[in-house]
Nanobody, 123 residues
Framework: QVQLVESGGGLVQAGGSLRLSCAAS????????MGWFRQAPGKEREFVAH????????YYSDSVKGRFTISRDNAKNTVYLQMNSLKPEDTAVYFC????????????????WGQGTQVTVSS
């Protein structure tokens, strides 16, 4: 049992920054790998970033690499997504997800999901 709650979304101009947070509860947070995904209207859910259980390994989609940074603080049961140099095409609902084992960039492999937070980037 894991509950995930995203926060930090909002409206920002192109070139600006936002930091998303995902607070976890219900199980031992440090035993899960975590991911961030996003979904725009009419589009499939898209992989954004992944971080392993210890935080020692991260992986990003090509579309965000160099602009976004995923991190985690296991003592605070929280994973973050720092988003810099935002572009209008980053507009989407952003979801965090927890992986009990085996997931990477495939959304269907993740076991738990938050409800999402809206990010809107204006030009």
């Amino acid at each position: 049992q894991v509950q995930l709650v995203e926060s930090g979304g909002g409206l920002v101009q192109a070139g600006g920054s936002l930091r998303l947070s995902c607070a976890a509860s219900g199980r031992t947070f440090s035993s899960y790998a975590m991911g961030w995904f996003r979904q725009a209207p009419g589009k499939e859910r898209e992989f954004v970033a992944h971080i392993n259980w210890s935080g020692g390994y991260t992986y990003y989609s090509d579309s965000v690499k160099g602009r976004f940074t995923i991190s985690r603080d296991n003592a605070k049961n929280t994973v973050y997504l720092q988003m810099n140099s935002l572009k209008p095409e980053d507009t989407a609902v952003y979801f965090c997800a927890a992986d009990r084992g085996g997931a990477y960039s495939e959304a269907w492999k993740y076991d738990y999901w938050g409800q999402g937070t809206q990010v809107t980037v204006s030009s």
